[in-house]
């Protein structure tokens, strides 16, 4: 997502010479046309018009969410009710608004801590490289595969010998 002068964006492609083309999150709500682009390093390079006034409290729900997403990952020992109770406790009554339901809110949550658990975590010395065992068993069959190949290009090279 993009926020650009309290406007959001959703990546809709990317164009010609690394440009990266937006579309306005209301589109399908409002049939907004409005689109944005931004250049490599993400500077804004064009904006178009919005058919509708901007929303700082849209745009608020969104940071916030995006800030409960990273306190549900880096505070895993918390309860979800007590990572909501933190994020929403300083919040203006018109962005609290804009939130979605608590319910939605406490699955954001959740979501965010499995996808995080799932993944596995980048080592950052060769000691903590641990490979799931998942993941073992496809580097095994692949290597086996690229032995069996290796084994049958050489019986050919052997049967194609000119001699
Ligand atoms: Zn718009």
């Not at 700082?56 to 306190?71: P, Q, S």
């Not at 965010?112 to 580097?139: D, F, G, K, W």
């Not at 069959?141 to 050489?154: A, E, K, M, T």
Request: net charge positive.
């Amino acid at each position: 997502m993009l926020i650009h002068e309290g406007f959001t964006y959703i990546f809709e492609r990317n164009g010609q010479d690394s440009k990266r083309i937006w579309r306005c999150s209301d589109y399908t709500r409002t049939k907004c046309k409005g689109r944005c682009h931004t250049r490599k390093n993400n500077t804004v390079s064009f904006v178009s018009e919005h058919n509708h006034a901007l929303s700082h409290a849209k745009v608020g729900a969104k940071l916030l969410k995006a800030e409960i997403k990273k306190a549900a990952i880096s505070e895993t020992s918390s309860p979800t009710s007590v990572i909501l109770a933190n994020s929403v406790k300083n919040v203006s009554v018109d962005v609290a608004a804009a939130l979605p339901n608590i319910r939605s809110l406490k699955r954001t949550i959740q979501m965010a801590r499995s996808i995080a658990l799932e993944m596995p975590q980048s080592p950052s010395t060769l000691e903590e490289l641990e490979i799931p065992e998942e993941y073992m068993r496809v580097c095994y069959v692949f290597s086996l595969l690229c032995n069996v190949r290796y084994v049958f290009s050489q019986l050919c090279i052997v049967r194609y010998v000119p001699s």
